[in-house]
């Protein structure tokens, strides 16, 4: 059973900082992309930030230059650092991981994250 569990979401004000983690257990990480969606309240989940095994990432237009995703293959963990937080920020965050073969997915449970003053 391939379960991603996040942590390190929280409230915090505009212009702070948090840093998501998601570890994976059992996988073989070469065989997988490792990323973040996000998700409000009717709208639909969509993408944050994703990273291959050689460490190519891609990030959605609203968080470049203030996000960044990362790795630690041995530690079959993905991170997602975010600065300069903003209200629009506000969702609760999923760790995703895509099988590059088959394109099977497994996600997280998600963390809220609340950026507010």
């Known amino acids: 059973q391939v379960q991603p569990v996040e942590s390190g979401g929280g409230l915090v004000q505009p212009g702070g900082s948090l840093r998501l983690s998601c570890v994976v257990p059992?996988?073989?990480?070469?065989?997988?992309?490792m990323g973040w969606y996000r998700q409000t309240t009717g709208q639909q989940r969509e993408l944050v930030a994703d990273?291959?095994?050689?460490?190519?990432?891609n990030y959605a237009d609203s968080v470049k230059g203030r996000f960044t995703v990362s790795r630690e293959n041995a530690k079959k963990t993905v991170y997602l650092q975010m600065n300069n937080l903003k209200p629009e920020d506000t969702a609760v965050y999923y760790c995703?991981?895509?099988?590059?073969?088959?394109?099977?997915?497994?996600w997280g449970q998600g963390t809220q994250v609340t950026v507010s003053s």
């Open positions: 995703n991981i895509r099988n590059r073969y088959n394109g099977r997915e497994y």
């Open positions: 059992g996988i073989t990480p070469s065989t997988f992309v």
């Open positions: 990273i291959n095994f050689i460490g190519a990432t």
